[in-house]
């Protein structure tokens, strides 16, 4: 029982484009959400969270979206650079006691092209 | 400061062995969790540790089991090694239990287990 997914294995965009990277999840007890990026030989590096009580979350170029109704999230990055290639994972958690559980997607592999 | 760091970085097991995987903390930082994370998959939740004592777990057997260190490092043991048990193991670290919703966690770069 997958709770957290993410339907597109890959993507590919022209430099300077923007890049949304979708993330679907079941679990409504959901609070809070997470996007990481990860490098070959490196571990995920954090990008963005967004809370429940949010629907949106700006840092810089990257922007992420949450519908609650939807059960949906949604990063976006503009302007698309080539050092973003790299796979982006989705994760969410409901918090029980300050404990925080991430439950993971299995990753874009995002590839932006010069 | 330093980041999160892993070791060793590689190791072969053979199947019904055990296991001692290691990690260094952020500095700092007082939460510690363990992720498993095979070929093609996201990371899998195995159990945090906040300052020495567990505090939460995933879906892993008790044959996984970890400590917290005074110094806030951590290990994470696994026993009788199967061969589904071959996966990247990523140690991730937090400043505390409260600031992993908005700053989520650092990681390193992981331990690549392999059981043969």
């Known amino acids: 029982d997958q709770q957290v997914k993410q339907n597109s294995p890959s993507l590919s965009v022209q430099e300077g484009r923007i890049s949304i990277l979708n993330c679907d999840y079941t679990n409504s007890m959901f609070d809070y959400f997470l996007w990481y990026k990860k490098y070959p030989a490196e571990g995920p590096t954090f990008l963005i969270s967004i809370s429940s009580i949010k629907d949106k979350n700006e840092d810089g170029r990257f922007t992420v979206f949450l519908n609650k109704s939807a059960k949906h999230l949604s990063l976006h990055i503009v302007p698309s650079q080539p050092g973003d290639s790299a796979v982006y994972f989705c994760a969410a958690s409901a918090t029980t006691s300050g404990t925080y559980k991430y439950i993971f997607g299995t990753g874009t592999r995002l590839k932006v092209l010069a | 400061e330093t980041g999160v760091t892993q070791s060793p970085t590689h190791l072969i097991k053979t199947r019904g062995q055990q296991v001692t995987l290691r990690c260094s903390s952020q500095s700092g930082h007082n939460t510690v969790s363990w992720y498993q994370q095979a070929l093609g998959q996201g990371p899998q939740f195995i159990f945090q540790?906040?300052?020495?004592?567990?505090?939460g777990r995933g879906n892993f057997p008790p044959r996984f089991s970890g400590l917290q260190f005074p110094n806030y490092s951590s290990e994470l043991n696994v026993n009788a090694l199967e061969l589904d048990d071959s996966a990247l193991y990523l140690c991730a670290s937090s400043l505390d239990l409260l600031r992993q919703g908005v700053e989520g966690y650092t990681f390193g770069s992981g331990t690549r287990l392999t059981v043969v």
């Open positions: 540790y906040y300052r020495e004592e567990e505090n």
